[in-house]
Structures are given as C-alpha cells and as structure tokens.
C-alpha cells in the first residue's frame, strides 16, 4: 500500500475514505520542520545556508510516517496545492532522506488537487509529478527574507528604540499604510460647503426630492456655496421662481455580477457583512475546504474549471428558471499581477448544494459557506437590468435648475441572489430610489427649500477588508499571508481594533517613524511589492533566489551598520522632530508645547525606559520629575497628579497618596522605605477618573483583595478582587494561587459588596459554563513542602483517579497505590519521574543578587529573554521575540 501524506487528520481521514484500504493515508500536522529561532540560522555568509530543526511535536509524525514506508516503500506527498504545500512536501522528503526512511529504490511523487472530492483526489493520483523546485525556492528565499529581517532588524529597535517589540518585512510595511492614514486623517483641515435641497410635489400630488444644480444660469460645483449666506441666496432664488420639469430622460442599465471570490475578496466581504477577520475568515475557510464542501481556499484565481460552470448554469436553471442564464457562460479573467498561485475560485465543490442542503453544524462555517455559494452561482447569473431616470426641474429663466434622480429594476437577474457589499458608501449622492411619474411641461409646487451645511470628511481608517484591499493594490504580501499579517501587528499591540476599524496605538507610531527614517526604503511600498515579483520570478522559475537574497543583504546589512552608529539620543531626538505634531501640538494660547508645565524651563522630549517603553519627561530630570504618557497632553489619564504624587490624607497611620506610573494612576499607602521596600499599590481603574479619587475611595481599593469567607462546600475561600481585566471572583485558598476558579462580576461596586450567596452562584454559573473544567481540584492528601525547592505536595482527586501535585507537575499514582499509604518520600518520586519525561525542571528562586546574574547566563535562561533585560542577555533574547515576527511573515498558518 503506497502511503499517502497529507497536512492534517481531518483530510487524512476523507482522503482516506476515497482512496479505500489500498493506500496508507497519514498526516504531517502542518510544517514539520522550520529554523531554529536563534541567530545564526540563516547563514549570509555561508552562501545563504539555512539550518533546518524537526519540531518536538512533528518527531512522532515523522516516525509515522517512516515506520509505514518501511512497509510499504512508496510515498506519495499529497499536500496542499500552493507554495506552502509545496514547501511541506520537500521539508518531508528531506526529513524522510535524513533517516534513511527515503531509499534509492523509493518511488517519491507529488501530487495535488483543488478540492477534496472523491473525483478530484482520484484524477490527481492518475496524474502524479515530481516536486516543483522552483516553487520551494521561492518559499526558501521568503523564509530566508522574513527570518533576516526578524532577527537583524529587531535587535536594532531594541538596542535603539527600547520598548519596541519586532519588525518585519511585510508586517512593518502594513503597519506604516496604517499610521499613515491616521496622519493624514490629524492633518485633514475640514472644508465648510452647503447645497440646497428642495421638496416638491408633482400635479398628481406625490412628492419628490431634488437637488439645486444651477444657480444663475452656472453649473454648480462642490464648493461654489462655501457659506450660510451664500446658501440663504440660493435658497432665496430658488423659493423665488415658478418651477417645471423641463427634463425627463431614462436611460436602460445593466449590471453584471461580481467575479466569484480569490482569497483577499473573500476575506474582505466576509468582514463587510459579517464582522469575520481575516483569520476568522481563513479558519472557517480551512474547515469547508477539509470536509470536501468548497475548493482550496489560497489563491489569486477567478477562474472556473468547464465542468463547474456547466454546473453552475444547471444549479442557476433549476433554482431560478432558465431566464436567469445568460445565454454564454461567463469567463473572468484575473487582474493581479503574478497570480503565481494560479488556482480555480474558491467555490462549493458539488454546485446543487446550498448552505441548507449543506447541513454545516458551525454557525461562523455555514454563513462563510452561503457567502460563497451565493457569490459563485451569481458569478454566472444573467445581469441586471434597470432603467435610471433623471428629472431636470428649473425656472423659465434658466437660473435654477434642481435634479432628481432614481432606477427602477426591470429584471433583477444576479440581485436576486446577491450583491457585493460597499466599504465606505456616500450616503449624500442615493440615486437608486423609484421617482413618481412626471412629464415635461408638469408645473412643480415648491413645499420645503432647505440649506444644509456639510463638512468635507478625512479618507475612513482602514477595516481589515479595506487594508487587505489596499495591500493587494500595492501589491505588497500575497493571498495566503495577508490573514497573518494583520493578525500580527494587532497582537504585538502595534495597532488596535474599535468598531472594526484599525486604530494605530502610540507605540506602532513609534516604530513606524523610526524604520521610515532609518529603514526608509525597506518600509517603502514601490520596494516590497518589487521584491514580491521578484519573488514570483524565482516561483516562475526565471530568477536565482540565491541571487535575489545576495542582493537584498548587500545593502540592508549597511543599512543596518548605519542606524547602529546612531546614539539612542540622536535616535530619541530625530523621533521628537518626526512626531512632534502628535506628541506636542500647538497650544490654543500658542505658548511653547514643549515647555515642561511642571519647573517651568525645562524642555519636554521623548523619553524610553527598557520596561515601560516610551514616555514624555523633562530634560530637567532628576531635578524634575515631570512626566507623561507618550502621546498628546490631552491623553494622559493621570494629568491632574503632580510628578512627586497626590497626598489625599492619612489612615491608620499611614499617608494615602495618589502617584501616576508609566502604567497608569495608583493608590498608595505609605512611603517607599530606605530598605527599597515597596509600600502597598493598587492600580486605579480606568473608569474611576485619578483627579477625583479621594481618601475614603483610595483606602477601599488599598483594602483589596477583598476576602469574602470560605466556600461552604469546600471551605476554600473565596475573594474579589480588581484584576487586568475587570472586576472578578477567585475560589482559591490565595489570590496568589495560579489555580482555582475566577469568574468576571459586573460592575466595580461589586467587588465591595458582592455576597457568599451572589458568588456562589457566579462560581457555580462560570463552571457549568465550561463544561465543569476549572473547577478547583479536591485535596484528597497534604504530604508537606518539596524539601529542596519548595511549595506544597499534595494528592488530588482527579477525573481518572488520584495524583499528586507540586508546582505545575501533575504524576499520576499507580493503579494499586491505596492514597493514605504514599509518603512523600514516594511522591517525589513520581515527580523526579515525569520530569524526566518532560525534560522539565523548576528553577529554585534566587536568594543573592550574585545568583541572580549567574542564571542569567545559563543558556536555558535564552528563552525567557525579553527585549527588557540588561546586555548580557541581550543577544540571546533575540532568538524569542524575533522569530515570532520571522514566522509571522510566513506565508500562511498551518
């Protein structure tokens, strides 16, 4: 039996079903190698050597997949039908050939189909093929390209921006179409102009709404009325003259249906109509594709295969009547440059099938799947057919003339089916209403004449359908990355999502001015999108991708070297000049906004702190304390606290303050002692505005966590608290304790006055929402402390029987282990155990200072790096937070 390899167990399994007991079908679970997330793994100065790990988890897939080849010596990659599957595929034969699995005499073959359907996937295997080279290559040059620029490029933000997280060649290219349209929308001077609207009322009595046009024998134009006055005049014409329809001309129209959807124009309309991100959208896609109900759900095509349009014509006959086939079927052509992933349409596989016949249990798959029924049976529906009318109404003397216009539907042909949704519509300028009859010569009644004044409006923030939009038109990122790429800067906390719009935080600000002024060109639009076609060259097969990578590293290495010669000062201070109409805009009294408000001389600039990222401070620091959050004055949440903090008063002894923190306002009791002992803080919540917190307010937030008693079935207590997310309850013996349950309470208030019976009952409510997960686990044993690193060792009741636990280590006990005979000397054992098998092992707390730093150089320490930490870790922690970003720019998530 040939074994068959395939991405995932949801495909294995219907492949399988086609395929009958002939062929081995197993799945790779994704990539089942990728490069180590370390410098050094891609190898500029070895000819661009690249350094390939198998994942932990993909080890047992491998071996799968090894031990099935040993008994049946043929293998055939069945992955899927773009790049990236292509790409798993060599990664597969590679890994296969490094254990041998691969022999001389081992028939290898690829073979690839649109659609999981018994047709499809036996066509396929009549029609096999080696591995397609160039396309791996050009997956080699984009792995290569976005793993340089993670972990060369982010290294330089941290060093010189502190604070900042990651870059990334496509991801920062993104970012800046985002503050830049924010820019430009800070920047937009609003223009005043006005029209005049009248309501008039035909000799049969019906009413119509018209538009002025002419005035004084002039066409109008958009700001011709640029004032109340000048609008009153023309409202004072018009109310001035008899009027009369001297117009009426109707016209026929046709519209013709949308091209069935590609990847960006599904995720787009997806977003329109029903909110779906473009992951969302890409992981319900992911699901249709698996269960058989649509075709591969990457790709730049519009095409249609023959057979799927002729079913498509007999679905549209059946459904609708042969009225609504057009008499040829329909060809689209497809418009992108490079379509390199030359795919069909993502369409339903079986074009008879609509979302009812479907019988899809996920609400999110059902709707994504009607979507794309719909667009694709309309995509080959008649037109449209419609008559549009305009009604010239004016004087007899010429100088006013008022237009009103409207369609009506003649044969709705694809409407009845769908209609493609808008991004941003001008509801100003609605031409599609029905107008009541009228004939030249009609005298019109005037009844209201209205002046409206209106605004002209700043260009829309961008959706992700309107972004995905955009970055297909620059041609920058291709159909499988786009989804990744706007999850990643959202999730590096570049950019946030309100009312679906993408809104850049302060901190995205940040490193955008920073790479558009250090890294212009590797964050310019023209540069990206003709590194994509160099790119597709190289998937064409018409380009050395070693060659495209000598020359990207060529200049961006002295790039690099240069904004390292840059001091953080210089950095600091070429940021300050960037974003100084942002962070220091003019006073209303045109005083100087850098002045510091605080001493009075000092100058206000941009400030950074390895922890906290940036801040505005004094340059009169120490001496001034003056700071504030990064961004307008307007902003800063804590603007009413003095730099040394707010005395409300004293309890028990203790003063009562109120400080500002670069993370927001916060109570305090106390003072900070010699010693470096912190007192006692509690962060104010964002509802409660810091210049109005007073004593009484402060000492009931010092007062948390809040202990509302034991639980009466366990005796396990039971505490409020004020947490990162809101308000909440905790059943656990500590709020310290990382186990237990927490369920959210709705209101601030509560936290003070929520009862055992009320939380009870939240408890119980958040439990049985999850299916009874979470609930606090019952000690059945305490054994004592772990003798040599310390915290409890206890026997817990499990859902499979008893276990012991210490620490996050959770050993099972033997079958025939009677729970009141284990001893702890026994417990540990077991825990010695699994943490052999988990290769885990929990560092004790350092004690000295002098420990402290001799773990930092412990090579394990690497992967808790952060960008934070002091230089000696600095190199290391690139590994971490740069290979985050170098998979992100990956083309898509398996």
């Keep these: 039996m040939p074994v068959v390899v395939v991405e995932s167990p949801a495909k294995a399994k219907t492949i399988n079903k086609y395929l009958g007991p002939d062929y081995t079908v197993l799945a790779s679970y994704g990539h089942v190698r990728d490069l180590p997330p370390k410098d050094g793994s891609v190898d500029p100065d070895q000819n661009f050597e690249m350094q390939w790990e198998v994942a932990s988890d993909s080890k047992k897939h491998i071996k799968a997949i090894a031990d099935a080849l040993a008994e049946d010596n043929e293998l055939i990659l069945a992955t899927d039908p773009d790049r990236e599957g292509e790409a798993i595929s060599w990664?597969?034969?590679?890994?296969?050939r490094k254990r041998k699995s691969i022999k001389k005499d081992t028939p290898v073959s690829r073979v690839v189909f649109n659609a999981i359907t018994k047709d499809a996937v036996t066509e396929a295997m009549r029609n096999p093929r080696q591995v397609d080279q160039p396309l791996v290559d050009a997956y080699l040059a984009r792995r290569a390209l976005d793993y340089l620029v993670g972990f060369k490029l982010s290294p330089v933000l941290w060093r010189r921006l502190p604070g900042a997280k990651s870059a990334g060649r496509v991801q920062s290219v993104t970012l800046r179409l985002i503050v830049e349209r924010e820019m430009e929308i800070e920047a937009f001077n609003?223009?005043?102009?006005?029209?005049?609207?009248?309501?008039?009322?035909?000799?049969?009595?019906?009413?119509?709404?018209t538009r002025l046009t002419v005035l004084a024998g002039k066409r109008l134009e958009k700001f011709d009325l640029e004032n109340a006055t000048q609008a009153e005049m023309a409202q004072q014409a018009v109310l001035s003259r008899d009027l009369s329809v001297q117009r009426v001309e109707a016209k026929p129209a046709n519209r013709n249906p949308s091209a069935p959807f590609m990847t960006s124009t599904l995720q787009q309309e997806a977003s329109r109509k029903f909110?779906?991100?473009?992951?969302m959208t890409m992981n319900a896609a992911q699901r249709l594709?698996?269960?058989?109900?649509?075709?591969?759900?990457?790709?730049?095509?519009i095409d249609m295969a023959p057979e799927a349009v002729t079913a498509a014509r007999d679905a549209i006959a059946a459904k609708f009547g042969k009225q609504y086939v057009p008499e040829t079927p329909r060809i689209y052509k497809n418009k992108a440059k490079n379509a390199q992933e030359a795919h069909e349409c993502i369409r339903p596989t079986d074009l008879m099938k609509d979302a009812s016949d479907a019988k899809i249990a996920d609400p999110d798959q059902r709707k994504l799947y009607d979507l794309i029924y719909k667009r694709t049976?309309?995509?080959q529906m008649a037109g449209a057919r419609m008559e549009r009318t305009t009604v010239d109404v004016g004087s007899d003397d010429g100088q006013v003339v008022l237009r009103a216009t409207g369609q009506v539907v003649l044969f709705d042909g694809f409407l009845r089916v769908y209609e493609e949704g808008r991004d941003d519509v001008d509801t100003a300028e609605d031409d599609d209403k029905r107008l009541p009859q009228m004939a030249e010569g009609d005298a019109m009644t005037k009844e209201v004449v209205t002046p409206e004044q209106h605004f002209t409006q700043p260009p829309p923030r961008y959706t992700e359908a309107t972004l995905v939009k955009r970055m297909e038109e620059l041609g920058i990122g291709r159909p499988s990355t786009y989804a990744s790429i706007v999850t990643t800067i959202q999730d590096r906390g570049y950019v946030r999502k309100e009312k679906n719009r993408l809104i850049p935080e302060d901190k995205g600000r940040l490193v955008t001015a920073f790479l558009t002024n250090y890294?212009?060109?590797y964050v310019g639009y023209d540069y990206t999108a003709s590194l994509e076609e160099e790119l597709d060259f190289v998937s064409a097969g018409d380009a050395d991708y070693k060659k495209v990578l000598e020359n990207f590293w060529r200049d961006?290495?002295?790039t690099i070297d240069e904004a390292m010669d840059n001091s953080i000062t210089e950095v600091l201070e070429k940021i300050n000049d960037v974003l100084a109409?942002?962070?220091f805009p003019p006073n209303e009294d045109g005083t100087d906004p850098r002045l510091c408000p605080n001493c009075g001389t000092g100058r206000l600039s941009m400030r950074t702190a390895r922890a906290g990222g940036a801040f505005i401070g004094c340059s009169n620091y120490p001496d001034c304390k003056y700071t504030r959050a990064f961004g307008p004055p307007g902003q800063d949440d804590a603007a009413g606290i003095p730099p040394e903090g707010k005395l409300l008063g004293e309890d028990d002894g203790d003063k009562i303050w109120v400080h500002k923190g670069r993370f927001g306002p916060y109570a305090q009791r106390g003072e900070v002692t010699e010693d470096n002992k912190k007192p006692k803080r509690q962060s104010i919540p964002k509802e409660w505005p810091p210049e109005e917190v007073d004593l009484e307010t402060a000492v009931k937030l010092l007062s948390l966590p809040r202990l509302i008693g034991p639980h009466p079935e366990d005796g396990v207590n039971v505490w409020s608290n004020i947490g990162r997310y809101g308000p909440y309850l905790k059943h656990a013996e500590s709020t310290s304790d990382r186990g237990g349950t927490n369920a959210n309470l709705e209101t601030l208030e509560d936290v003070f006055t929520v009862g055992m019976n009320r939380a009870v009952q939240l408890l119980a409510e958040k439990v049985a929402s999850r299916g009874g997960r979470g609930a606090a686990a019952k000690t059945l044993k305490s054994l004592g402390d772990h003798p040599d690193e310390g915290g409890a060792v206890e026997i817990k009741e499990g859902k499979y029987g008893p276990y012991v636990k210490w620490d996050k280590i959770n050993a099972t006990l033997p079958k025939d282990s009677e729970v009141e005979s284990v001893t702890l000397e026994q417990a540990l054992e077991l825990i010695a155990e699994k943490q052999a098998k988990k290769g885990t092992r929990r560092k004790a707390a350092p004690k000295k200072t002098a420990a402290k730093k001799t773990a930092t150089k412990k090579k394990p320490a690497a992967k808790k790096a952060t960008a934070t930490q002091k230089k000696p870790a600095a190199k290391k922690s690139t590994a971490k937070t740069a290979s985050g970003d170098a998979s992100a720019e990956g083309d898509v998530l398996k």
């Design 556 to 558: 961006f290495k002295v």
């Design 581 to 583: 109409p942002h962070i």
């Design 377 to 379: 049976i309309a995509s």
């Design 519 to 521: 890294f212009r060109k």
């Design 91 to 96: 990664h597969l034969q590679e890994a296969l």
């Design 190 to 209: 609003p223009r005043e102009y006005w029209t005049v609207k009248a309501q008039l009322t035909t000799p049969r009595g019906q009413t119509v709404e």
């Design 275 to 279: 909110g779906f991100g473009a992951r």
């Design 289 to 301: 594709y698996e269960a058989g109900l649509i075709t591969y759900m990457r790709t730049d095509g």
